[in-house]
């Protein structure tokens, strides 16, 4: 599915046994892409469990996608996109060999350039607290306009205003929205606060 809102919910350490639940709050707030991270425990079962669930509501994915058997892992589990930590061509030219969206982590220009060539679907600016609004300004003068750039790592409602004026597209959002333990109503609260400080964001952007 398409996704009407560029933001990425990480529920990095969830259990399967929780993750219809969370997903069913992030859902009801309008977040729509999903990423289970690999260095979750039974993460593919996450996977697996959610992307059928969902599958007309939400995209599920991986992340923390180091391998190109991870990404075959990934596909035969119904995921839909593969966000990593880096940029590695192999890993993004399998992604989309498999029909699935690639988010691949840059830090520099360089990085970037080499996953747009490898045909990655968008950009993962991490870590976004070292990279800062600054950074992701002068790397967005001299990407191509159409390839999304998120801020993940440090990203968060409260500077949201911050990156998308300086050229972010969307975000991907941790620890923000689920830690372990945090329950899935807790998570629901949190994924309406950052909608409704992303769209403000937006909104700004446009009419500012």
Not at 66 to 76: N, P
Not at 112 to 119: N, P, S, T
Request: charged share 20%; hydrophobic share 50%.
């Amino acid at each position: 599915m398409t996704n009407p809102l560029p933001l990425i919910a990480i529920l990095r350490g969830i259990e399967p046994a929780e993750i219809i639940a969370v997903c069913e709050q992030l859902v009801d707030a309008g977040i729509t892409m999903i990423e289970v991270p690999l260095n979750s425990p039974r993460a593919l079962v996450s996977i697996e469990h959610a992307a059928p669930h969902f599958a007309s509501q939400a995209d599920i994915g991986a992340g923390t996608v180091l391998t190109v058997a991870d990404v075959e892992a990934v596909h035969e589990a119904r995921g839909r996109f593969i966000v990593s930590p880096d940029c590695n061509p192999a890993v993004i030219a399998r992604t989309i060999d498999l029909d699935m969206q690639s988010f691949p982590g840059v830090m520099t220009p360089t990085e970037a350039f080499a996953a747009i060539r490898a045909g990655a679907t968008g950009l993962k600016l991490f870590p976004g607290e070292l990279i800062g609004p600054a950074g992701a300004r002068a790397m967005r003068a001299v990407l191509p306009r159409d390839v999304p750039v998120y801020a993940v790592g440090g990203a968060k409602p409260d500077n949201f205003g911050e990156y998308i004026a300086a050229g972010a597209d969307g975000f991907g959002l941790g620890t923000f929205l689920y830690t372990p333990g945090r329950s899935a109503a807790d998570v629901g609260a949190r994924a309406h606060e950052a909608v409704a400080a992303l769209e403000g964001a937006l909104h700004a952007k446009r009419h500012g």
